[in-house]
């Protein structure tokens, strides 16, 4: 069974920062990209950023670029976004899950299985 835990977010200022963090339980974690994604009010839910099997390669949204960074730990089957300089157009519920994609095609997930999200409010 597949199931991700998301945590860490809350409310910030502009110009904040916030870890977020998903414990995934998945079969061959080891082996799998994984990504972060969010949804915001009345939007679809779109690609933030991905890590590689191997933490080795990241790819990111333009809009984050810059400000954000993902980051995976294989022995603990762990996925971290840290955001930094926050925006309120940041304001979303953030998601991860089993990526698939590269640089070259859009990125996507390998799971229809969502977790609950954690929110974040990022305000002006």
């Known amino acids: 069974q597949v199931q991700f835990l998301e945590s860490g977010g809350g409310a910030v200022q502009a110009g904040g920062s916030l870890r977020l963090s998903c414990a995934a339980s998945m079969p061959d974690f080891n082996s799998y990209a994984m990504g972060w994604f969010r949804q915001a009010p009345g939007k679809d839910r779109e690609f933030v950023a991905a890590?590689?099997?191997?933490?080795?390669?990241?790819f990111y949204a333009d809009s984050v670029k810059g400000r954000f960074t993902i980051s995976k730990d294989n022995a603990k089957n762990m996925v971290y976004l840290q955001m930094s300089d926050l925006r309120p157009e940041d304001t979303a519920v953030y998601y991860c899950?089993?990526?698939?994609?590269?640089?070259?095609?859009?990125?996507?997930?390998?799971?229809?299985?969502w977790g609950k999200g954690t929110q974040v409010n990022g305000s002006s």
């Open positions: 890590v590689s099997w191997n933490g080795g390669a990241t």
């Open positions: 899950n089993a990526a698939s994609g590269s640089s070259k095609r859009p990125w996507g997930t390998r799971y229809n299985a």
